[in-house]
């Protein structure tokens, strides 16, 4: 082999091993790239996304809660909520002791936050706007906003134990919001902030999804200004009788919707964290009573009901005491001797139930006890409702024949009395209450919620004759003389409870229940109400304290309810044209096209009407009755606005208490409008009420 050959093949070696050498090293690129890009790869884009984005979890907006109007009562509004990049914040103690002074937060906590080795801490969440504007003037480094739901009670502490609250989680904790917290509350959804090359945000604005899910929305049948009337009169009444507590409802007893509820002490949902936990209780629902003497109607009609004793028939009531066993009964309003049955309920004897519920016997009595509700829930759509306590026979003492008929040895929730009185008021159909009208779901699907007759509980001819009784007890000598009103028939029944000491057994001798509970008109019922002072220390009757707080919300209530007295209609002459001639002649009246309408005077439907010929496409109606206002003012141009007409009830002969009402409601008078806790001034300003 020659020297050339060699040198060649050494050369070929040589070229050999670079080739190796390189395609080793193309191998462990390839390797390399094939181990970070497939093998590790999710893991390394998982960091890199970390670095200019982060992951959130939000809340999504509750439903609504409203009015049967559709006025709202709770709704979802966006706030801040304040987060840190702990590794960011440059003086950690500065720091901590501003976000503690101005959030009141303990500084040692949120110093321990900051000197946390993670990228996202929350400092405080659903901060109100007044607060969160004080601390973004600190501009302090790594803090960083980020928008989400908090719920709002616009009318704060109007139907606030109704209404309930929710947690931090925006989770229902009480009222309507925990019982249809499944409905209310929506889905929670994943929100990615994008971080620039600091890791500071890029994007801290409204972090809201259009398109997450979001919760129903909840239509109730409360009434908004009913329920101010109800919840400021029932304060004015625990005031001034220095009670513990109150109580009211008010129901429809045609349908069961609850149009009222309202229990005071009250609070304020928005800040119900400044609040006990006492006043959290619906105690219309969840607390129970000694009813006393408004139990006496149920005992009355079940004993008419089942042929024991008749209207006509008298009984003797022994002049005042009643030995039976170990105990004495009294009739506290007097020593009679023979009364009627009507009288029995218009001079409230004790004795004179006692004895009918000896007529009855035990089967009898508690079987109608348990056909008008009562030791069951009612099924009402609010938590914690109590059964009651109506104990089986064979669990009665002696006496319970003779006391269960005024009202000891039995517990019952203001809600079941009033839903038991409703069964007397519509002739004798117990009706499950409801507080839900209507839920609506996104998108505009609507559900409605409509009565639901549970059974009849007496003959319509037996709540006749008891409707014609408890009138007696609002008349001249009955115990409900208080609750008697102008232009309208009450009928009801009083009721002064001892209560029960818990540790004794005994009853307190100067503590006691005092209510109120009846219907109006009498003949034919608009709102059954219930008004319960527990504990007041001036005047324990009550056909001294609650009839006249049942009297001050009625003659408010009815004409609100449209609902005429008697005093209107005898005032209107004989000649007059029908309403239903009066709305067809107000109907046929010229319209001009482009122009608003002369509304005054004219009805809901006859204003409809008008509105449709004259092109109006959007009109809001406010109130009930006739047109008393309207925005625009008549004979203005029509542009496309929103035209709102405003009615009352027609006030009699132009004077009175009809006439003030009236002028109260029309919004630029010179009075003040009302509208549930807040006050619209003639200059259209809002003030607290």
Same mark, same amino acid.
């Given at each position: 082999m020659g020297p050339v050959k060699r040198i060649h093949e050494q050369h070929l070696v040589r070229l050999f091993i670079i080739y190796l050498c390189i395609m080793a090293g193309f191998a462990l690129v390839l390797s390399k790239a094939f181990y970070l890009e497939v093998i590790k790869g999710r893991r390394y884009a998982e960091l890199a996304r970390r670095q200019y984005s982060r992951e959130v979890t939000l809340l999504p907006a509750r439903g609504l809660i409203m009015d049967r109007d559709g006025r709202i009562l709770a709704q979802s509004v966006l706030v801040d909520s304040f987060y840190a990049d702990p590794l960011k914040v440059r003086n950690k103690s500065r720091t901590a002791v501003i976000l503690g002074k101005v959030l009141h937060l303990a500084p040692d906590a949120v110093l321990k936050k900051l000197e946390s080795d993670r990228q996202f801490v929350w400092i405080k969440r659903l901060v109100d706007p007044d607060t969160a504007r004080k601390l973004m003037q600190y501009r302090l480094q790594g803090l960083y906003t980020l928008? *989400?739901?908090?719920?709002? !009670?616009?009318?704060?502490?109007?139907?606030? =134990?109704?209404?309930?609250?929710?947690?931090?989680?925006?989770?229902?904790?009480?009222?309507? *919001?925990?019982?249809?917290?499944?409905?209310?509350?929506?889905?929670?959804? =994943? $929100?990615?902030?994008?971080v620039d090359g600091r890791n500071s945000p890029i994007y801290t604005g409204d972090l809201s999804d259009d398109t997450a899910p979001t919760g129903d929305s909840i239509i109730t049948t409360l009434d908004l200004n009913i329920q101010f009337i109800l919840q400021e009169a029932l304060k004015k009444a625990v005031a001034g009788q220095e009670a513990k507590k109150g109580i009211g409802i008010i129901m429809n007893p045609q349908t069961g919707a609850v149009l009222a509820m309202a229990t005071v002490p009250d609070f304020n949902p928005n800040v119900y964290k400044e609040y006990p936990?006492?006043?959290?209780?619906?105690?219309?629902? *969840?607390?129970?009573?000694?009813?006393? =003497?408004?139990?006496?109607?149920?005992?009355?009609?079940?004993?008419?009901?089942?042929?024991?004793?008749?209207?006509?028939?008298?009984?003797?009531?022994?002049?005042?005491?009643?030995?039976?066993?170990?105990?004495?009964?009294?009739?506290?309003?007097?020593?009679?001797?023979?009364? =009627?049955?009507?009288?029995?309920?218009?001079?409230?004897?004790?004795?004179?139930?006692?004895k009918i519920g000896e007529k009855m016997g035990t089967t009898t009595l508690y079987t109608y006890l348990r056909r008008f509700g009562f030791g069951s829930p009612t099924g009402i759509d609010l938590p914690g409702e109590s059964p009651g306590i109506l104990n089986p026979v064979d669990k009665w003492s002696g006496v319970?024949?003779?006391?269960?008929?005024?009202?000891?040895?039995?517990? $019952?929730?203001?809600?079941?009395?009033?839903?038991?009185?409703?069964?007397?008021?519509?002739?004798?159909?117990?009706?499950?209450?409801?507080?839900?009208?209507?839920?609506?779901?996104?998108?505009?699907?609507?559900?409605? /919620?409509?009565?639901?007759?549970?059974?009849?509980?007496?003959?319509?001819?037996?709540?006749?004759? /008891?409707t014609d009784m408890m009138v007696g007890v609002v008349n001249d000598g009955g115990t409900g003389i208080n609750a008697a009103m102008s232009g309208y028939t009450v009928a009801g029944k009083t009721g002064t409870a001892q209560i029960p000491d818990p540790l004794t057994g005994a009853y307190y001798k100067n503590r006691f229940v005092s209510s109120f509970l009846g219907f109006v008109p009498a003949r034919d019922p608009k709102i059954v109400m219930l008004i319960m002072l527990i504990d007041p220390e001036k005047n324990p009757y009550g056909g001294s304290s609650a009839a006249p707080v049942f009297k001050e919300v009625a003659e408010k209530v009815l004409p609100y309810l449209g609902v005429p007295s008697k005093l209107n209609i005898m005032a209107m002459p004989s000649d007059a044209p029908s309403s239903m001639d009066i709305e067809q002649a107000q109907m046929n009246g010229a319209v001009q096209q482009g122009t608003v309408p002369d509304f005054s005077g004219k009805?809901?439907?006859?204003?409809?009407?008008?509105?449709?010929?004259?092109?109006?496409?959007?009109?809001?109606?406010?109130?009930?009755?006739?047109?008393?206002?309207?925005?625009?003012?008549?004979?203005? $141009? !029509?542009?496309? *606005?929103?035209?709102?007409? !405003?009615?009352? /009830?027609?006030?009699?002969?132009?004077?009175?208490?009809?006439?003030?009402?009236?002028? #109260?409601?029309?919004?630029?008078? #010179?009075?003040?409008?009302?509208?549930?806790?807040?006050?619209?001034?003639?200059?259209?300003?809002?003030?607290?009420?």
């Open positions: 928008k *989400e739901y908090r719920r709002f !009670y616009p009318d704060m502490k109007l139907a606030g =134990s109704v209404l309930g609250f929710v947690g931090i989680d925006s989770r229902g904790l009480s009222g309507l *919001e925990l019982s249809m917290d499944p409905r209310l509350s929506g889905v929670p959804f =994943s $929100a990615v902030i994008d936990l006492s006043v959290f209780k619906d105690t219309a629902v *969840e607390n129970t009573y000694e009813p006393g =003497s408004i139990f006496k109607p149920f005992v009355l009609s079940s004993a008419l009901d089942a042929g024991v004793i008749s209207p006509d028939q008298k009984i003797f009531c022994e002049n005042g005491h009643y030995k039976v066993y170990n105990i004495v009964i009294k009739d506290a309003e007097g020593d009679y001797d023979m009364l =009627s049955i009507a009288d029995i309920l218009k001079y409230s004897s004790n004795i004179g139930a006692a319970s024949i003779d006391t269960i008929p005024f009202g000891q040895g039995v517990s $019952a929730t203001p809600l079941q009395l009033v839903t038991a009185m409703c069964a007397i008021a519509n002739g004798g159909l117990l009706l499950k209450p409801r507080i839900v009208k209507e839920i609506r779901k996104p998108g505009g699907v609507i559900e409605t /919620m409509g009565p639901v007759i549970r059974r009849r509980v007496i003959s319509g001819h037996t709540a006749q004759v /008891m009805t809901m439907r006859a204003v409809l009407q008008q509105a449709k010929q004259a092109g109006i496409s959007t009109i809001a109606l406010e109130g009930s009755g006739y047109a008393v206002n309207q925005r625009p003012p008549a004979s203005t $141009a !029509y542009t496309g *606005e929103k035209v709102t007409v !405003y009615f009352a /009830m027609r006030p009699a002969a132009g004077s009175g208490p009809a006439a003030s009402a009236a002028i #109260e409601s029309i919004p630029g008078s #010179e009075k003040t409008m009302v509208h549930g806790s807040r006050k619209i001034t003639a200059a259209g300003k809002v003030t607290k009420g």
